[in-house]
């Protein structure tokens, strides 16, 4: 306490540090142990970005002991994991609508019931035929197996042996999400080290359960499912998972992985469920910032970053667009490579290559979502009336060729003509988000491409939304007459205002070559950065997106593991010195 | 001699494997060019192998045949993988009258607008050529070109290793292991995440990392869907393209291709085989494979002959090894689902022209050198969209209206093949399903020769006029004609999940099948890519080993 203090009077008598940094910093410090010196502006760690992920971290490293600022560019936090009233009454999960991979071990550490943090189930997949019949998946998995039996007796069998076999598949990927991943060009013991235990794990399985998981980390999704099923609507539903984020259609290799990435959920230590969270999806990223309050996070929005300082190589704060700085040890950046090294980074301050892995980073948004105020409920054709269907996800795949044909347009540059349309009514189950007898439709939407080739997404925002309510009318007829009123998000869009570069909702593609220690650029996929002190910490870095949390978690590790004396002394340069 | 005996006494003991004294008979099943090479060795290694083709030519899918009279082309097959250096040393080919001629520039690239691109063997060449589009492409191109072969050496070190065996890895799978952990470690940290990087990526987003000319990138990426069923954005197509550069490290691959046409090549490979002591018969098709307790006993014809063998090497493709060969019943369940999962879905059709004359290209201006770069392979398919779109086309069970076509125009090179002043218009066709949505290859046989003739003469407005003959070989034709399963000349599809260990069946990589006696050689192994003769070379190796 005293040192901070001294630290204080320091800078208060010697105005000239003020201007910071490290090197007259450093000088200051030696010998000394706290590093705070400048009342209200200093701190341990600034987190850009309030989304889940930047608030997870700033969390733990609050726990941990450390000062910590999380700083919002918009009025609200969350990122893409944000609840706005946009129509008086409705509750918009604007961006991200369900949740399920959110790790059990952040909930727990969290204590995130306790900050307001309830999640309640979302039971089952809908999926409406264009012949007038439907496939109706539940959560009781002998309810799935009768529907699935009047499609065809095959698949009914076939699908209680493709959930016993994807369990375990599950439960060797797990423990992959929760580590920082090995760098496999390295000799160090080590990387080694993981190295040996990832093919020791994959040596233990049995030898079919090797073959599909070969299988899931290289087929397409299509090829996948076609070895286990027969009924089209089965298929297209299931493998509709395999395509969400991404630019590539249910055919194209690599998709079967994404499969496999949403199979994983858990909720409650059930897997494979979802769920949505009371009160919209922003109520999690809520929870969590309330959590990170109580730590001490000190958490500021409407503060846009303009920049991020350097000195020497070194992060040593970051400036607002209003100008004012903020000094830190560390900036933990929780938004995407785009932003944080070409927006918020001067090029020259960044090593060529890495430079070059930046601006080759697939980002590629390929979807749109369109939420909608509804005065009643839909009514689908082919089950009429209100019903249990509708408080699960509604799920428009009615078949295999549907689904390519949606990717064959956005290929060229096309939003789909008839696009995959995931949707779910949260009114339904958590009647808070909209006003009695009212509820709220929220409908992702795949593909819209984040550059058309003929037009603007300004332009073609309504289009694209009238678009996806006529083919919702394909199965649904009462919806145009029932619509009180609509968002229409486009790629543009989430780019725009919820700063997703490209409109990716994973913030960068999440294919083969962009995963695990590709992720975001190879051999720096360890959430540290060539600049020493900046981290990431966002879905950018392994194990991607969806409301996970695990990413700010484990930067949060790796920053406290780096953490010596006054500031990380991160093995960046080290790692660069041995390329 | 005192090493066999010490070998037999191991295997003895291990006591699973056959243990054949030397001198033995051993059946292989087909006479295709890895059959052969597979032959030779085994002739080589003391074993008396017996080759049985169906038809009355060896050669299986490099062969020549007249198609139309007085006109021959190598009928499937039109340009070599390349063959392994060390293979073609082996078996001498020098000495059997088999010229191989190797056009250069090796690619023509043309445009419906009347621009061009050459491809050279020098690299220097190919850059000039590529600056008239693009400075900067120009000047990537060497750097390109490098990467590849940098690249391209770790797979052709992958290529000639068995796959290893995973639970019980042998000392020479470590060993192999550790050489290739060298060979990645080569690379440098750089190279090594390219390779990672690179291996699932999509062979459009490959090619534009480096350039940014569409025809340049059209016709290198057009090398990573040959034979394949993904487009230029399906991601694993580089790694196709990769495999394909470990037999020629050139960007846009081999265009090689033997005097005589490509049964001239396998042909010597035939004479090399019987001059070391394999016997070869044609007109010989195997009806069956006859097993007893999990092991083969002999083979039975279709003439009803039966011969009595202890060990079967089948160069046809796994799926009629396992479906139309073996009884189903002998098959472990695991095993038969695996191979039912195998996908050999055939996306290529080969179309074969009889020219009255040389068809005139407007992008190639009328001089001295026009025959010279019309003699190696000509790229049809000039944007990356134009790939994608043809292979739209057969994801809805359709073939391309617009297809990329691969052509070779042999008889500039080896006039003996046609009449004097005629020539021959060899095609390769993509993309055309195996299974049609509407109609059967046999009412839609000519409409796909139509097709051709259309795409080509949007680049050679002349061709129509030219033809006198038209050879249309259709995905069906290449299973019924000339026993491609599926139709797919790879013997199963070049995927992610279907290479290395686990082509063809994961747990089964090794030569080896469920059925003790029964080997494979074919291009259903591991690698399996092209005329090469990789997978015959590694199956004689581990068949040799497991005999002894």
Known sequence: MFNLRFQQLFFFVDPLAVAFCNDRFEVALDGVESESYRMGQHYDVVVIGGGHNGLVNAAYLAKAGKRVVVLERRHVLGGAAVTEEIIAGFLFSECSYVVSLLRPEIIRELDLPRHGLEILPLDGTFSPMPSGDYLWRMNDHAKSV????????????????????????????????????????????????????????FRELSSDERYTLVQLMTMSSADFLDQWFETDVLKATMSASGIIGTYLGIRSPGTAYVLLHHYMGEIDGAFRSWGFSRGGTGAISNAIADAAREAGVEIR???????????????????????????????????????????????????????????????????????????????????????????????????????????????????????????????????????????????????????????????????????????????????????????????FDLEREFGLTQGNIFQGELSLEQLFFLRPVAGWAYYRTPIQNLYMCGSATHPGGGIMGANGRIASQVILKEWKGSSPRSTATASKASN | MERQFAALHCDRVKGVQLIMPIGQRVVLIGGGHNALITAFYLAKGGFKPVVLERREMVGGGAITEEFHPGFRASTLAHTLGPLRADVAHDLQLDKFDCEILSPDPRVFAPTSDGKALLFY?????????????????????????????????????????????????????????????????????TGIFDLLRWGPMAVADFVAEFFETELLRAVIAARGIFGTALGPRSAGSTAVLLLRAAADAHPVGSAAFPRGGLGAFTCALAESARQVGAEIRTDAEVRHILIKDGAVTGIVLTDGEEITVEAIVSGVDPKRTFFHLVDPSQLDPTFANRMKNFRANGTVAKVNLALGGLPAFPALADNESYLKTLSGRIHIGPEIDYLERAFDASKYGEFSKMPWLDVTIPTILDPSLAPDGKHVLSAYVQFAPFKLREGNWYTRRRDLGDAVIKALAAYAPNLPGLVEGIQVITPQDLETSYGFTGGHIFHGELALDQLFTMRPVLDWARYKTPIRGLFLCGSGTHPGNGLTGASGVNAAREIIRDLR
Not at chain 1, 418 to 429: A, F, N
């Open chain 2, 121 to 189: 063997d020098d690299v220097a060449q190919t850059a000039a050529a590529i600056g008239h589009f693009s400075a900067k492409d120009a000047s990537k191109y060497a750097q390109f070109a490098r990467s590849l072969e940098e690249t391209a050496s770790f797979f052709t070190q992958l290529a000639s290793i068995t796959p290893p065996a995973i639970d019980k890895p042998t000392p020479e799978d470590l060993w192999n292991l550790l050489k290739t952990g060298r060979s990645v470690r080569g690379l440098g940290k």
């Open chain 1, 301 to 491: 929005i409407k503060a846009p970053v303009g920049k991020i300082l350097t000195k020497n190589g070194r992060a040593c704060g970051v400036a607002l667009q209003d100008g004012e700085e903020l000094s830190a040890n560390v900036v933990s950046s929780s938004v995407d490579p785009h932003l944080t090294f070409e927006k918020f980074l001067d090029p020259h301050e960044l090593p060529a290559d890495f430079l070059e892995g930046v601006r080759r980073y697939k980002f590629r948004g390929s979807s749109g979502k369109v939420n909608l105020a509804l005065d009643a409920l839909p009514n689908f054709m082919c089950l009429p009336g209100p019903g249990a269907h509708l408080r699960g996800a509604i799920s428009i795949s009615p078949s295999m060729d549907y689904m390519e044909r949606a990717y064959d347009d956005a290929k060229y540059g096309h939003y789909s003509r008839r696009p995959y349309i995931d949707m779910v009514i949260p009114s339904l189950t958590d009647p808070s988000v909209a006003p009695p007898g009212k509820h709220v439709l929220s409908c992702f939407v795949q593909y819209a491409p984040y550059k058309l080739a003929e037009s603007t997404w300004e332009d073609q925002r309504e289009a694209f939304g009238d678009n996806v309510i006529n083919t919702i009318a394909e199965y649904a007829p009462n919806i145009k007459d029932i619509i009180i009123g609509r968002q229409v998000l486009t790629p």
């Open chain 1, 146 to 201: 009768r529907d699935i039996r009047r499609h065809s007796r095959l698949d009914a069998e076939a699908y209680d042996e493709f959930s016993k076999m994807m369990t375990p598949m599950c439960r060797f990927v797990k423990p992959m999400l929760s580590m920082v991943p090995p760098d496999p060009t390295t000799l160090n013991p080590k990387d080694l080290k993981q190295l040996y235990f990832l093919l020791q794990r």
